[in-house]
């Protein structure tokens, strides 16, 4: 490929990434964070498998 060929693709595709990453960046301040979402279901998680393991291995039948 001729070198200047190769440099005006180079530049086209930098600027592509570039606006693509200015739209990325605009789409993720605009989204307000949830971490305490994502914190309150992470250690729900926790205690539901916690729960789990403590459970007897051998539960009562039930009652017909």
Do not use: F
Not at 3 to 22: K, M, S, V
Not at 25 to 36: G, H, I, N, S, V
Request: glycine share 4%.
């Amino acid at each position: 490929m001729h070198p200047e060929t190769y440099l005006a693709l180079h530049h086209t595709r930098t600027a592509e990434l570039q606006t693509q990453a200015e739209a990325h960046r605009l789409a993720t301040e605009a989204k307000p964070p949830r971490p305490e979402l994502r914190t309150r279901l992470g250690w729900t998680l926790v205690e539901v498998g916690l729960r789990l393991a403590a459970t007897p291995n051998n539960p009562k039948p039930a009652v017909a």
